[in-house]
């Protein structure tokens, strides 16, 4: 018997398959993979998901396991050595983004005791169950406020999407397997 998946998850990509039915809506609130999926959406800006996932291991080769600490000190020889990465998306504003973005990040999780704590005061600790949407009403104030903390390709979209990886909202489609009516 096969299983119905929402109409994004590409059916040829095993690697894609395992995102969407393991993680993908599933919340998981961990700072580290808070960031790490942070770092994955901004570099996604622009591109496709799928791209982006096929490129993952390398990414996190890249960037040291996403460790923000490590991430926040690199300088330009780190960022030279990323750019010759083949195995990431070479973009130089999108990896000055990620040093910066690490910086800020690390600064939310000093004030707010981690950056989950951060995202709750946002979401009062509720799931949200929506489809057919690429921004809300969420994803706009907490995408404005990380701009004003100094954050960068952080727009609504990325952060509706960052929000859908974490699995702050669940948009699994109403025929896929994994929806949640609500």
Request: charged share 25%; hydrophobic share 35%; net charge positive.
């Amino acid at each position: 018997m096969s299983i119905t998946r929402c109409s994004w998850c590409n059916l040829k990509n095993p690697t894609y398959i395992k995102y969407h039915d393991e993680e993908w809506g599933k919340l998981n609130l961990d700072d580290h993979y808070l960031y790490e999926m942070l770092l994955l959406e901004c570099f996604q800006a622009g591109l496709s998901w799928e791209c982006i996932l096929n490129k993952r291991a390398s990414f996190r080769k890249a960037f040291d396991n996403f460790d923000p600490i490590k991430i926040s000190k690199y300088n330009e020889d780190k960022i030279t050595k990323l750019l010759s990465d083949k195995g990431i998306i070479r973009n130089r504003l999108k990896i000055k983004a990620a040093i910066t973005n690490a910086n800020i990040f690390l600064k939310i999780k000093s004030e707010f005791g981690s950056f989950k704590n951060y995202l709750l005061t946002y979401t009062n600790n509720t799931v949200i169950y929506e489809t057919g949407k690429t921004t809300s009403a969420l994803s706009d104030i907490i995408s404005k406020d990380l701009y004003k903390r100094g954050m960068r390709f952080v727009g609504s979209i990325t952060i509706y999407s960052f929000l859908q990886a974490i699995g702050i909202i669940n948009s699994h489609e109403h025929n896929c397997f994994l929806y949640i009516n609500n």
